[in-house]
DNA sequence: TTGTAAGCGTTATCAG
DNA sequence: CTGATAACGCTTACAA
């Protein structure tokens, strides 16, 4: 009444009182629902809810947070909003704590350090009590990370590793997906085969090498150096479709034979299937190519790419659980089993083999094989005339 | 010092002022760089800073901002995170809005009603000063939306025509896409062409076949019925595949004849040239497809779809700009020129055909027409023999 | 130049 | 069962 504020006059416990008649601290108790409210008269009850919603009261997620010294919010820092990798990770995250009384922060780094720094603060000063960095590419290490640790506030690393920077971390078993990408190729009869390699920088890159080595050497077979590419360092996760595309250019120019590709991701997939159309191959009838991860894109390209999928939502979901119940834990008063304990922990998910159209037999056993192989919505029926 | 905290001690003003030997207030207005600080001395600030960064101190943005009134948040819901076409929106809001000191709280709708309105609530009760919709799909009217009228809250809608709810809104324009795709084809010789309409209830859906008709009735191109289909209803924004798919093998099946394929959206375009693929037809020499949108999958398919392309990185930013721009004008007393006036305003930018690979010439034509008009990355050089 | 003090809208403790 | 009242951490007149 005093301050008469300009245009946007806000609806406050107070004013409920006045109207309702009660007092601030009971209309307080009954809007919240808390446990003292039992003892308030039904009629009470109604009276003060019908005055609250008549005059559009909201409560004042500031003041509230104030008081309470809770902010009931979940920062999520996600590296790079326009890869679906993120995207789907940040879905599985929303849906873990959709049923919780959390809100997700988010907010968006654009791959850019700077940008980390700054939201990481934004995050301390919003008094976030629980933190999940959805990374893709790159992400070093940040002064701020330590104050979150000192802070005791929960923190969770979701696709890429972090331990480095002592944060939890949840990732795909990478090894395990470029074994299993070997693995179906091999069994599907090819021997000469390409393997695009990602960027030296990131230790996903190296991991699936390690998984593909150890099943070639498993089964004896060779991997020629002349048929092993690696991607160029770039910050950029789309970047793969254009050093895909070169890389498979190139071998093809070079005259190195192979019959079938392992590529980094599936953007690096769909470079190879445009180098190889581009000088007249078809995927898969020429040569298979293998991705990795799932994004929609594979799913939808023409032949479907048979992929390496990462359970992308469920990585979401499990880090979410994760800082959940972490926040559960933090009320026993001594500081319990050392949760830290667990900050160095690095856990990996199971990938999984998705075939679709893009890997086949090798050419010259396909007549001999099954058509249903290669699934139902298999492109290969007007099988192309050989030249 | 009373209420000893368990673990987290927060650091206050209170706790800088203390260890620096100031008051609160003074080390509230240097750590503000406020317009008062001017009279503090140098190395009073200097004294003051180097204690506050020793303390890691950090204001509490609750605080703050109930206290001061204001937010400094802008809302932004957006209605799927898993779709490409919300996700650069989001990138060129992110954009605009980073140099500002605004920050955008991002919600996920998921497209469920009740999530939508459960988030509006949210975003009132944290005061966001300024609201972004960002809807690729169906968006329905909200209490909430009132409310936010109401509070002059600047609000803008990007992606779908929302001043039915009186929201300004921007979109592209899509009569104009539609029309730039049928006189694409026209002019690539195309006269059998086959339309994918979008869902009925996607007013987009009617718009860009005005566009369509009203090319085709300008050059006197008959567009038959049989030739025409139209996408299901569907909640999900990824179903066009599916349809897309679905449609034309039926016209297939049936045996309609069409030289090329005018999809909804990109998607939609996506499963057409799946289900050509599979009735053995090659994209683009038996056929030319174009989609809408230009979302990354466009770019990375084999062939890359030629498809009516959106800004909407640049939708997003103008989107920002707008809401900055109401929250300067706001400052006036008076209520200005009514901003309101603005409400009911529907912003059109326009498409940009872009000419990638799944579009070409007639097939009769195609062995006069010179190389290079099938662009740099053509992938018809070693043409398939015609059975 | 620096300090004092009055709130911002809530919650929670403690009397009545 | 209901009502004062004291914080929460910060900004900002106004005093000194």
Redesign the interface.
């Known amino acids: 009444m005093l301050t008469q504020n300009?245009?946007?006059k806000r609806i406050t416990l107070a004013d409920v009182a006045r109207v309702s008649g009660f007092s601030i601290s009971s209309v307080s108790l009954v809007l919240n629902e808390a446990p003292l409210s039992r003892y308030v008269a039904a009629s009470t009850k109604e009276h003060i809810r019908a005055v609250a919603s008549k005059l559009?009261y909201?409560?004042?997620?500031?003041?509230r947070?104030?008081r309470s010294r809770r902010?009931h919010t979940i920062g999520i820092m996600v590296s790079d909003?326009?890869d679906?990798f993120c995207?789907?990770i940040?879905?599985g995250i929303?849906k873990a704590l959709?049923p919780t009384t959390y809100?997700p922060?988010?907010m968006?780094a654009?791959n850019q350090r700077k940008?980390f720094g700054r939201h990481l603060?934004?995050m301390?000063?919003?008094?976030v009590e629980g933190l999940i960095l959805v990374a893709n590419w790159l992400f070093g290490e940040f002064d701020q990370l330590a104050?979150f640790r000192k802070?005791?506030i929960p923190m969770v690393g979701v696709g890429r590793d972090l331990t480095a920077s002592r944060v939890r971390s949840l990732q795909v078993d990478n090894e395990a997906g470029g074994y299993a990408a070997a693995r179906h190729l091999y069994d599907l009869g090819h021997r000469k085969i390409a393997v695009l390699r990602g960027p030296s920088e990131l230790a996903d890159s190296d991991r699936r090498w390690n998984g593909i080595q150890r099943f070639a050497s498993e089964v004896g077979l060779p991997l020629a150096s002349k048929r092993v590419g690696q991607l160029p360092a770039a910050d950029d996760p789309?970047s793969g479709?254009e050093g895909g595309y070169r890389l498979i250019s190139a071998m093809i120019e070079q005259g190195v034979e192979f019959t079938a590709v392992i590529a980094f991701d599936d953007?690096t997939g769909?470079?190879a299937?445009?180098a190889l159309?581009?000088?007249?191959r078809y995927v898969p009838e020429d040569c298979s190519v293998i991705g990795f991860d799932d994004v929609?894109?594979a799913?939808?390209?023409?032949?479907g790419l048979t992929t390496i999928r990462q359970p992308m939502e469920e990585m979401g979901s499990l880090a979410a659980k994760w800082v959940l119940d972490s926040l559960a834990d933090t009320k026993p008063?001594h500081?319990a089993t050392e949760t830290s304990s667990l900050s160095g922990t690095l856990h990996l998910l199971p990938p999984e083999l998705v075939i679709r159209q893009s890997t086949t037999r090798r050419l010259i056993d396909i007549r001999t094989a099954p058509v249903t192989r290669l699934g139902v919505?298999?492109?290969g029926?007007?099988r192309?005339?050989k030249?």
């Open positions: 300009h245009y946007t559009g909201r409560p004042d997620a500031a003041a947070s104030l902010s909003i326009s679906p995207t789907l940040l879905q929303e959709h809100l922060i988010i968006i654009h940008q603060e934004m301390m000063e919003r008094r104050d802070s005791q789309t479709f953007l769909l470079g299937i445009r159309r581009q000088t007249g929609p894109h799913a939808v390209n023409t032949p008063s500081t919505a298999a492109q029926r007007s192309r005339k030249e």
